[in-house]
Antibody, heavy 120, light 110 residues
Framework: QVQLVESGGAVVQPGRSLRLSCAAS????????MHWVRQAPGKGLEWVAF????????FYAASVKGRFTISRDNSNNTVYLQMNSLRAEDTAVYYC?????????????WGQGTLVTVSS | QSALTQPASVSGSPGQSITISCTGT?????????VSWYQQHPGKAPKLLIY???KRPSGVSNRFSGSKSGNTASLTISGLQAEDEGYYYC??????????FGGGTKLTVL
């Protein structure tokens, strides 16, 4: 059973920074691309960022490009999301999700999520 | 990238079938065979139901099926059960390693 455990969520003031972590286990982490997907309170899912299995390429939604950075440490089976210049509209539960790895471009496993609240 | 369009809500009685539509554009749903569907219960993480427009992962009930025509994908749930109540999201690959979700549909089992 794939395990993904997010951490790092907190209440932060607008303009500040926060780093989320997602610890992976029970699968070969270095073989899979990884995503961050978020969900604002009472709203739908929004894809945020994707990183290739080896960290060589990174992609972002327009809403976070230039402010958020996705990275990974394959030696520690962890993916990160560095969030800078946070805004109220970044308030959401942030999920990490595993890319399927078979070329079908879907999210086959999800973590339980971590809540980020941006408020003064 | 605009969100895919889903109905806000659908409902059905136990045993009936319902269909949830997901409309995109020629840049996402209509360009790739990579629509996936997810079920989410309140306070829980999403769960994969369908990938590749029509493919069902092992372990997912065969009551769930996917289809697509042009820029519109659909999820059909047959033999509705009480535990199917929740939210359903479609998602499409949109090229250059980007993805777009639908706004979500709330399913109520009457």
């Amino acid at each position: 059973q794939v395990q993904l455990v997010e951490s790092g969520g907190a209440v932060v003031q607008p303009g500040r920074s926060l780093r989320l972590s997602c610890a992976a286990s029970t699968f070969t982490f270095s073989s899979h691309g990884m995503h961050w997907v978020r969900q604002a309170p009472g709203k739908g899912l929004e894809w945020v960022a994707f990183i290739w299995y080896d960290g060589s390429n990174k992609f972002y939604a327009a809403s976070v490009k230039g402010r958020f950075t996705i990275s990974r440490d394959n030696s520690n089976n962890t993916v990160y999301l560095q969030m800078n210049s946070l805004r109220a509209e970044d308030t959401a539960v942030y999920y990490c999700a595993r890319e399927d790895g078979s070329g079908w471009h879907y999210f086959d496993s999800w973590g339980q999520g971590t809540l980020v609240t941006v408020s003064s | 990238q605009s969100a895919l369009t889903q109905p806000a809500s659908v409902s059905g009685s136990p045993g009936q079938s319902i269909t949830i539509s997901c409309t995109g554009t020629n840049s996402d749903v209509g360009s790739y065979d990579f629509v996936s569907w997810y079920q989410q219960h309140p306070g829980k993480a999403p769960k994969l139901l369908i990938y590749g427009d029509t493919k069902r992962p092992s372990g997912v009930s065969n009551r769930f099926s996917g289809s697509k025509s042009g820029n519109t994908a659909s999820l059909t749930i047959s033999g509705l059960q009480a535990e199917d109540e929740g939210y359903y999201y479609c998602c499409s690959y949109a090229g250059i390693s980007t993805w777009v979700f639908g706004g979500g549909t709330k399913l109520t089992v009457l």
